[in-house]
């Protein structure tokens, strides 16, 4: 019996009960014996029955479509709706709108958890380089608070502005390497430092930081992967990487002359992004879906891809579909390629994406032709009968993969774990 069905249970009894003491009161104390009692018309002092609707077996036809009976229905529906989730997937991180700021959290956060949360900022790079400069005004406008001192509280202040953000959409590897780097040069920070010097010196640590870690990573990355292209190859990418893209336009500029194939997938649908961009430099391109992979894998010389993050053991963990990709091209003989910093390495060792992954936003839309409904009746969302499932990464194995490009060279994907000793283990 589920919850909706009992409580229509327990109001039935309730209202029969009600009906049974107002239909028979006791008779008076003094009245005679065989006097009969008159008859009395129900007045608007009588006692109304109690909570819930009134009895089915007692009710006139028609009484039960009122507003009880809409409630129980909904009730009955959102039970329904909660008993058919997927529990495999239950602990999949859902994107939510972002609640209001709780503590004393930074406006500037709070925009930039919308951005999240609405995911008009994505990418690792991106996300990572726009929470480093919030991070920088956050620590121009804070204030020591009197009996503390800045490498003490800063932390603690900082604290409140993660778990913001992480309240608007899971933090990324990238964001995590970056938010522990800054937490190690603020508890590192000269104590008989003036306020502001001492932030100043901070915001010029988060400066460096970009610049040595991303951006110059990324030329790094891209010098060393122009030249694995040649004249007449056929590249293949999948979605949108910040890095592939650099590297595909500066192999175009030095002359090197080749095509691509842009492969894609809903709902995000990234590769139209980046599929204008190379329109715009005047590279032959070729976009398609991903289930049409298997039609063009032949004619493919190397596959170039890009990553959330990397593991220990050589897994790459990226947008989903890209572990579909690998596994095909490697069938078939293609190398692949990933292009990836080494800010985006993580210690931990993940074997599947069912461990921890993250829920792609709803809003993928079905094209008819001819299109005779408006667009917005044609988005698919969740109903009664049907869940909408997007999961945003998945995990490329090692054994998929050919080499790893970062900026301290090209590494095997069993090789993966001497990035720490490269970087003099700092990672």
């Known amino acids: 019996m589920t919850k909706a069905e009992r409580r229509e249970l327990q109001e039935r009894q309730r209202a029969a009960k009600a009906t049974g003491k107002t239909a028979a009161p006791p008779p008076p104390v003094n009245a005679k014996p065989g006097a009969s009692r008159p008859s009395q018309p129900p007045t608007p002092a009588s006692p109304a029955p109690k909570r819930g609707s009134q009895a089915r077996g007692t009710a006139p036809a028609g009484a039960t479509t009122g507003k009880g009976a809409k409630d129980a229905k909904s009730v009955a529906e959102d039970a329904v709706v909660r008993s ?88 990324a590897v990238t964001m995590g390497s970056a938010i522990r780097q800054l937490k190690l040069e603020i508890s590192g920070s000269d104590i008989d430092l003036p306020e502001q010097d001492a932030k100043d010196a901070l915001c010029h640590k988060i400066d460096n930081y970009i610049r040595d870690r991303i951006i110059i990573a990324d030329q790094v990355i891209q010098e060393t992967a122009t030249k694995k292209i040649h004249d007449g190859d056929v590249i293949l990418t999948y979605a ?42 005047s590279i032959p391109c070729t976009y398609l879906l991903l289930p049409a992979l298997g039609s063009v894998i032949t004619e493919i010389s190397t596959v170039f891809v890009g990553a959330h993050s990397i593991h220990s053991n050589g897994a790459v963990y990226s947008r989903a579909g890209t572990a579909l990709v690998a596994m095909m091209a490697k069938q078939h003989s293609v190398p692949v390629v990933v292009c990836c910093e080494t800010y985006k390495f993580s210690e931990g060792v993940q074997l599947d994406s069912f461990t921890k992954n993250e829920l792609a936003p709803n809003g993928d839309l ?29 995990l490329t194995p090692p054994s998929s993969i050919t080499a790893v490009v970062t900026e301290v060279g090209v590494i095997p994907p069993d090789s993966i774990s001497s990035i720490p000793l490269a970087l003099g283990r700092q990672v």
Not at 369 to 387: A, I, V
Request: charged share 15%; proline share 4%.
């Open 366 to 394: 079905f094209s008819s032709f001819p299109l005779t409904r408006p667009r917005g009746s044609l988005t698919l969302q969740n109903q009664t009968n049907l869940e909408i499932l997007n999961p945003l990464y998945d």
């Open 240 to 281: 949108r990487s910040s890095v592939v893209e650099n590297v595909l336009l500066e192999a175009w500029e030095e002359g090197t002359r080749f095509s691509v194939y842009v492969v894609d997938s809903r709902p995000m649908l990234e590769g139209k992004r980046l599929l204008s961009v190379l329109v715009a430099a």
């Open 84 to 171: 058919r989730g997927l529990r495999i997937f239950s602990h999949f991180a859902l994107q939510r709108t972002v609640a209001h700021a709780k503590g004393d959290v930074h406006p500037a956060i709070v925009h930039l958890g919308l951005m999240f949360a609405e995911f008009k900022v994505s990418g690792a790079n991106a996300r990572c380089i726009a929470t480093l400069s919030v991070f920088k005004q956050v620590i121009q406008d804070y204030t020591t608070p009197t009996h503390n001192t800045l490498t003490r509280h800063l932390n603690t202040h900082l604290s409140v502005q993660i778990s913001h953000l992480v309240s608007a959409r899971p933090m």
